[in-house]
């Protein structure tokens, strides 16, 4: 087992895929992108395989792809399929912002994906070209309703909320997973943003969440998700406007607090970047050079005991707010969300 020195068992490993992204979404990255890394600085398929499988056999039970935008890794179910043959096999899951799913969607669960995470910050076609720079709402949503199709049951879907932007949309994002089975979760913006624009007034907090969510629903807290390090506060929704607008159906909804309720002292997480860079927080100012390891021909066990010392030098947590936090050098988009 992996064990920091906190006492914290690391078993979620988060795969990026690639830095790359088919949207520029405004509070992640600029414009004109950013420097992309190069393709000899990437991780091979076998050797993404390689490192899982010694991530597996240190007791990591659940893998998650991610990226930039998993999805524009050519040989993204293939890589699902070789993950999904690991012994024991892990739990694998997909961060994307949808676009591509409606091609890929049966391929990925044929492969052996259990689940997907779809990030949907609004249904206003106008809003979302604005908030990510891109016209593709509804490639966006057809690749949710494709993920759904596919049997990804139950579709959780992300939205980090901006003030000025889709805070005022929040309720009837919420009636729209309702009515269609998704699990809504609602985000706080992390200072991870490649710009460094993050403020703290600015951020939209859980507490602000709650209150214009409150406005048109009953929500019941029922702490923690379904295991006690799952980031997600949850809550049962029991009554809505009934409107046709939002029917509120009976489900739940997820509130992620990283900042204002940070989830550190239960964190199981560990991230391996694109270039093979192992991180064991989003906030952490090294990494790990399993890349190096790799291609300098080190063993499995010599891989394994860098990752080893990697967990037991895990930070106790983010930092966010104390007089000396500085904003790590990758933005969220690198480091694999
Ligand atoms: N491109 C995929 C997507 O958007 O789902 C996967 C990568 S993205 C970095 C993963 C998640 O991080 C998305 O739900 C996105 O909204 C969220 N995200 C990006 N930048 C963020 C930030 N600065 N703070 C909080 N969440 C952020
Ligand atoms: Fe791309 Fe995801 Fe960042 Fe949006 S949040 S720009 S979809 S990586």
């Known amino acids: 087992m992996l064990v920091d020195t ?8 988060r795969i990026s895929l690639t830095d790359k992204c088919s949207l ?5 990255m ?5 420097p992309w890394l190069r393709k000899a600085e990437l991780l091979t398929d076998d050797e993404i395989v390689r490192l899982a499988a010694v991530f597996v056999a240190l007791g990591v039970t659940t893998i998650r792809l991610t990226g930039g935008e998993p999805l524009l890794h050519p040989t993204v179910p293939l890589v699902v399929g070789r993950l999904a043959s690991l012994v024991p096999r892990p739990e694998l899951s997909l961060t994307t912002n949808g676009i591509g799913l409606v091609g890929l969607a049966p391929e990925l669960v044929a492969a052996g994906l259990d689940r997907v995470n779809v990030s949907v910050d609004t249904l206003d ?12 709402l509804p490639d966006v949503l057809a690749g949710v309703a494709a993920a759904a199709a596919a049997g990804l049951h139950p579709v959780k879907v992300n939205a ?3 003030r000025g932007s889709n805070l005022s949309e929040a309720p009837a994002l919420l009636g729209w997973a309702l009515r269609a089975g998704y699990r809504m979760r609602f985000i706080e913006h992390m200072p991870l943003d490649a710009q460094h624009a993050w403020t ?13 969510l409150s406005e048109h629903y009953t929500l019941r807290p029922v702490g923690r998700g379904a295991h006690e390090s799952a980031p997600a506060e949850e809550f049962d929704v029991l009554d809505g406007p009934g409107s046709d607008e939002w029917t509120a159906r ?9 900042v204002t309720r940070p989830f550190c002292r239960e964190c199981d997480r560990l991230r391996l970047t694109a270039d093979g860079q192992l991180r064991t927080c989003l906030f952490a100012r090294t990494e790990t050079d399993l890349r190096a390891a ?16 990697a967990v037991a030098g895990k930070q106790a947590g983010h930092g966010i707010g104390a007089a000396d936090f500085v904003q790590p050098a990758r933005p969220m988009s690198a480091i694999g969300g």
């Open 24 to 28: 520029r979404c405004t509070y992640c």
């Open 200 to 212: 703290r007034d600015a951020m939209v907090t859980a507490e602000e969440m709650l209150d214009v």
């Open 6 to 13: 906190f006492g914290r068992v690391a078993s979620d490993l």
């Open 160 to 162: 980090v909320l901006m």
């Open 125 to 136: 076609r106008e809003r979302f070209r604005e908030l990510t720079r891109r016209d593709r």
């Open 294 to 309: 790799l291609r300098g021909d080190a063993t499995d066990e010599q891989i394994a005991e860098l990752i080893r010392a």
């Open 30 to 34: 600029p414009a004109e992108g950013l």
């Open 250 to 258: 009976p489900g739940s909804l997820g509130v992620i607090a990283s």
